[in-house]
């Protein structure tokens, strides 16, 4: 509710260009990490903190938060990098930057959003924070809305994001409904089995996937790249991303033994993980580097957690931390960078002028623990993430430790390509020169202004972190084991240190930087192999090629549905009214009798009427005569009120015939006096099966409706009050202006408005204005290649989102595959 009450203050701000707001917005996260340091002590006892409030009780949809050992890992990543990004972004952004305050806001609303999905134990409750983040993301990302690059890239992000939600709740109502509960902790403390859980995990990983970009619907995260910097390194490096991540790592430890869960999950991490790192390898942009990077960093923590193992799951709490400690401060260090040079191209980097110290250790020791060097925390959770492997004889762990083997490498190598790329002038391996034109832009060759210490501060916090747990891991013991503990009680329990003698995950992290080295060394031959290796952007074609298909699918609906003719509207209309009440009706004729045809001759003869006057006007030639023939039925209907007693209704039919019959009238005098265009033969049959059969519908709703009464009617209420409440005998007058006094007045408005109408066009034909003849396709039944062949001005109002999609039509190939090097880098406002 503070991040609630704080966001929509600050977004009420909008277009303020003040950077002190940041500081405003960085007042919710500051108060949730004191609460929770506070309360630190007792989770890590194992004493949950949870609270329960109930919403909708029906749907079994509440608001329970639980605060477990895991959860306190996440809130203090979360609210913890959320004050720090706050402070850094008050420095990112020029003081005259417009929509500070939106920004703001928008980055409060995500964190509020984010620390619910983190603390949720109702599966449903869950899913409303899920998507909010992903709303919340959509407008973080599109936050330069003028920009058609960060409109189309938020529009990726959501539309993969929120379309993998909603598989995902789909799984989750499968799971509650089998578990009985909602409930998290009961579910995974009493797990439930069979193949509507089989259905529903399948579900949550799909869901899971999305969000945590994984393979193959990692190409929104790079495209994400687009937004300013200070959003990449919250959302897209130690927060949202990690939301699939947190989600698979609370139903591994009961589920994984599931048949499918553990190979699938392996191996689309394991795919992740090495196709992330290999792009990363390509890139020239720093920031499209790093969300490659973070694509495969991803896929590693999902083994770890995926496998749902106690050692693999506490070496995924390791790891989770580390990379949030030294993700972040790279990807600020390249704000800084970007902000200062102008530039996030490692072709025209490289010259520093005094004063980028601080930055640039920040980026070496962030990028170093990375890359998994001894003395710094990631080179822990690489050893706990190799431990988790080393022990077990199957082939299928060996298999996923080559394959981590194999990503660490390659994690190795373009941590390389970032540093040398950013601070050093070596030439770029594989990458052709960078035009002069873009070279322009950059600071020329020129060193770059020195940024303010304030600037890069909050980065340094977090790389000092890196190194502290690198040192002395034991600091972090008590919260991992804790951690660890609350997501599969089997975990082992210990303490975090720095030096296990010489064993096996030693070995592999000596043997992962000597291959990462020769990696960095050899820069030209690892990009004439990867010259020569296809290309690997098939979630960014799977992409395009499904929106493709939409807009095919899209013109075909399309054209079908609105085809720009009234009977067709009309016909679609009266089919679904006759067709989905339709089949309960004919469960309910059972038993039902036929009423009394007529009471008195009077009755026959106006029946008789009624009906060779309505076959008139379905079959004469003439407007007027037609419209005459249906004033003739609807008299004879006001004439059977008459006979049955009903006065009163017999008038007000008497008056809609009248008022309907002058509109006709008036419309007629600018219309030919006959229908020139008559229905094609399969119109007219349609229209004959549609007609016959709203008239049955009807007939068997009135005999159904009739029996169907049980409790006594309203009208007896209705005349027992009608003197003592509203004063007068005729219950029909206190009816309309006592006990329905604002229908009445509703329907007079509209009578009013229907005369204001008439009126109109009344004298429209006084001040010789004319009615256009209506178009042909409103007068006739389409034909049948109407149905099947797209309008042509559906062509004409689809072909931009065409030039769009097409990577070889127009410079937005937006979403084009964006192979390197793609985007141009962002310049701060």
Known sequence: MVHLCFGAALLGLGRSDDRRLFWVAAIPPAAVLVWVLARAG?????????????????????????????????????????????????????????????????????????????????????????????????????????????????????????????????????VGQAAGTYELSAIVASPPSGTTVSVGLVCILIGAFTKSAQFPFSSWLPGAMVAPTPISAYLHSATMVKAGVYLVARFAPPFADVGFWRPVVLTVALITMITGGARALRQTDLKRLLAFGTVSQLGFLMVMFGAGR???????????????????????VVGVIDHQAHSRDIRAL?????????PRWVAIISGLSMAGIPLLFGFIAKEAAYEAFSHHAGTGEWVVLAGIVAGSVLTFAYTGRFLLGAFTTRDVPGAPPLPAAEHDHTSGGQPAGAPSTAFWVPAAILATLTIVLGVVPNLASRLVY???????????????????????????????????????????????VQGVLPSLTWGDRGYLGVLRLLNRVADRVTGIVQSGSLPTYVGVVLVTVVTVPGFALIGAMQGQALPRFADSPGEV???????????????????????????????????????????????????????????????????????????????RAVRLVISASVGVFVFVFALVASGSRTARPVSDEFLARAVSEGGGSNVVNVILVDFRGFDTLGEITVLTVAALGLVALARAGARGLTIHKPDDDALVMPSLRSYIEPRKADHGALADIRRRLDPNDGPHGAAAPPEEPDRPPERPS
């Open 605 to 683: 003869a106006l029946t008789a009427l009624i009906v060779v006057a309505a076959a008139a006007a379905a079959t004469i030639q003439r407007r007027l005569s037609a419209v005459l023939c249906l004033g003739a039925v609807g008299y004879g209907m006001a004439l059977l009120y008459v006979l049955r007693g009903a006065p009163d209704l017999a008038l007000t039919q008497l008056g809609i015939e009248t008022l309907g019959a002058v509109l006709f009238v008036l419309v007629l005098r600018v219309l030919p006096n006959e229908f020139h265009q008559r229905p094609t033969g399969l119109g």
């Open 42 to 174: 007792g989770i890590l006892d194992g004493t949950a903190v949870s609270e329960t409030i109930n919403w909708v009780s029906g749907l079994d949809l509440a608001v329970s938060v639980r605060v477990d050992a895991f959860s306190l890992v996440m809130v203090l990543l979360v609210a913890g990098i959320g004050v720090l990004i706050q402070a850094y972004a008050s420095r990112y952004f020029n003081p005259d930057t417009p929509g500070l305050g939106r920004l703001a806001g928008l980055l409060t609303l995500f964190a509020g959003a984010m620390l619910g999905l983190v603390t949720a134990d109702n599966l449903l409750w869950l899913y409303v924070c899920w998507e909010l983040t992903s709303i919340t993301s959509y407008l973080l990302i599109g936050w330069s809305d003028r920009d058609p690059e960060a409109r189309s890239s938020a529009l990726q992000a959501l539309l993969m994001t929120a379309a993998g939600g909603l598989v995902m709740l789909v799984g989750l109502i499968l």
């Open 482 to 528: 804790a951690a660890a503990s609350s997501l599969d009680g089997a975990a082992p329990e210990g303490h975090l240190a720095l030096w296990h003698g010489l064993s096996t995950p030693l070995a592999l992290s000596a043997l992962t930087i000597a291959l990462g080295a020769a990696m960095v060394a050899g820069g030209r031959q690892v990009a004439a």
């Open 310 to 332: 106690p050692e693999a799951t506490l070496a995924g709490v390791v790891l989770i931390i580390a990379h949030a400690l030294f993700k972040a401060p790279l990807f600020m």
């Open 350 to 358: 490289g010259a520093w002028g005094p004063g980028w110290g601080g």
